[in-house]
């Protein structure tokens, strides 16, 4: 029986320089910092990478009430906080398939769906 799960991001104890990222690890904690709110859907993972072809659809949150959230800067080189060195260890972990749902909360990964075989 195939069931998806949701995984809350938690903090992993190690510190992560982005210098040590792959591209499309870089590529895909940019997108979410650009997109500040919202919901990647269908994002295809090879050998624990994130890839794009499928390209995965991305859902943005956009309030019409509220004040833009702030973007972050997007400095050359940085020390991944705890939801993103998380994400990059999930990914690794499934290593070949699919992650149905990430949810991004201030440009940073809050929860993920993953498909799982009881």
Known sequence: MNRTSETRIRTPPAEKPS??????????????RRLGFGTIRGLHVRGGQPIFDPPPEVLGIHRTTAPAATQRKDPEAFVLCGEQRALIQHLSRLGDGVVELVKVHDGLPVQLEIPETI
């Open 19 to 32: 210098s040590a990222l792959s591209p499309n690890q870089r590529r895909l904690l940019e997108g979410m």
